[in-house]
């Protein structure tokens, strides 16, 4: 269908911003086109060839026919995500007075959490006591995923001049080319000194990754996934192991330990904190405790 210029070229302008100025990448422009190129195919088959013509109403037809598309709750808030920021776009322009995706709610979808380890089930899959190079590695990346609640991508970034070992603290960046200091401790410091001193083994020549592969280059993330998939089975553990289940392991331990959402939601480098409340859970008696000592109102009289 050929959509006309009206339509069109409001959004070539958009994405060029988004790149441009926003400085977001290919990839995550490449989204907002999947999203609002059918939207514009919409309304021109419902003869909308002008984006001022759009207001709440179509918005939430807009959203109708997503779900008539077979999209699931999930994929029509994306939908609508990034026609809110497009619509904000224009109202930044001056094409718009007002967003008029702004009001409308996406379907409600239920958000499942990501299973977590517990504390018997960590150590269990932690007592790797061999001494060669790779179980050493691979004892070093799982002490760090769960020490330091690293991102997959996060850990298989990390360059041996990232870390500080004196101070305990090592450098990432996060989603969005987003850099953070995160600390670590413990075991995961112990076992990372460990794969620092066998680490040369594996080295077959100039190499900046922290953790290498058995060819000496840096290793994938294929290839992590598939290592503590291994070890799970291999140390009996009962929950399918990955690395982000080590990571919501060390979100959720540390926030049963601390209560501190704010400081979970630095050390995960979290932007927003309800993605913390998502990846992170209090059971319900303990958010009842803190209600009860809290509320002003909630305090019984002594």
Same mark, same amino acid.
């Given at each position: 269908?050929?959509?006309?210029?009206?339509?069109?070229?409001?959004? *070539?302008?958009?994405?060029?911003?988004?790149?441009?100025?926003?400085?977001?990448?290919?990839?995550?422009?490449?989204?907002?086109?999947?999203?609002?190129?059918?939207?514009?195919?919409?309304?021109? $088959?419902?003869?909308?060839?002008?984006?001022?013509?759009?207001?709440? $109403?179509?918005?939430?037809?807009?959203?109708?026919?997503?779900?008539?598309?077979?999209?699931?709750?999930?994929?029509?808030?994306?939908?609508?995500?990034?026609?809110? *920021?497009?619509?904000?776009?224009?109202?930044?322009?001056?094409?718009?007075?007002?967003?008029?995706?702004?009001?409308?709610?996406?379907?409600?979808?239920?958000?499942?959490?990501? #299973?977590?380890?517990?504390?018997?089930?960590?150590?269990?899959?932690? *007592?790797?006591?061999?001494?060669?190079?790779?179980?050493?590695?691979?004892?070093?990346?799982?002490?760090?995923?769960?020490?330091?609640?690293?991102?997959?991508?996060?850990?298989?970034?990390?360059?041996?001049?990232?870390?500080?070992?004196?101070? $305990?603290?090592?450098?990432?960046?996060?989603?969005?080319?987003?850099?953070?200091?995160?600390?670590?401790?413990?075991?995961?410091?112990?076992?990372?000194?460990?794969?620092?001193?066998?680490?040369?083994?594996?080295?077959? $020549?100039?190499?900046?990754?922290?953790?290498?592969? #058995?060819?000496?280059?840096?290793?994938?993330?294929?290839?992590?996934?598939?290592?503590?998939?291994?070890?799970?089975?291999?140390?009996?553990?009962?929950?399918?192991?990955?690395?982000? #289940?080590?990571?919501?392991?060390?979100?959720?331990?540390?926030?049963?330990?601390?209560?501190?959402?704010?400081?979970?939601?630095?050390?995960?480098?979290?932007?927003?904190? *309800?993605?913390?409340?998502?990846?992170?859970?209090?059971?319900?008696?303990?958010?009842?405790?803190?209600?009860?000592?809290?509320?002003?109102?909630?305090?019984?009289?002594?």
């Amino acid at each position: 269908m050929s959509l006309p210029a009206t339509l069109t070229k409001p959004l *070539s302008l958009f994405f060029d911003y988004m790149i441009r100025e926003r400085g977001l990448s290919t990839y995550t422009e490449k989204n907002y086109r999947r999203q609002l190129e059918p939207i514009a195919e919409f309304l021109a $088959g419902q003869d909308i060839f002008q984006w001022h013509q759009v207001d709440a $109403g179509w918005v939430r037809q807009i959203a109708s026919q997503a779900k008539r598309d077979g999209l699931k709750p999930g994929s029509i808030a994306l939908r609508l995500s990034a026609l809110r *920021s497009f619509f904000d776009y224009l109202v930044h322009r001056g094409d718009l007075s007002a967003n008029p995706a702004k009001g409308v709610a996406a379907p409600k979808q239920g958000r499942a959490l990501p #299973k977590n380890l517990d504390v018997d089930e960590i150590n269990q899959l932690m *007592s790797v006591d061999e001494d060669d190079p790779l179980a050493i590695r691979d004892r070093a990346m799982m002490e760090l995923m769960y020490g330091a609640g690293l991102r997959l991508s996060e850990l298989i970034g990390l360059d041996v001049r990232d870390i500080a070992l004196r101070k $305990g603290d090592l450098r990432v960046i996060g989603k969005g080319d987003k850099e953070r200091i995160v600390p670590f401790a413990g075991q995961a410091k112990e076992w990372l000194m460990n794969w620092l001193r066998v680490r040369g083994q594996l080295l077959k $020549g100039p190499e900046n990754a922290l953790f290498l592969s #058995k060819l000496g280059n840096r290793i994938s993330a294929r290839a992590v996934q598939k290592r503590m998939a291994e070890w799970g089975q291999k140390q009996s553990v009962n929950s399918h192991i990955n690395p982000h #289940k080590l990571r919501h392991s060390f979100a959720t331990h540390m926030l049963e330990s601390s209560g501190d959402l704010r400081a979970v939601q630095e050390l995960l480098g979290h932007a927003d904190l *309800s993605t913390t409340q998502v990846y992170t859970h209090l059971d319900f008696q303990h958010l009842a405790k803190v209600y009860d000592a809290a509320h002003p109102r909630a305090r019984r009289k002594k």
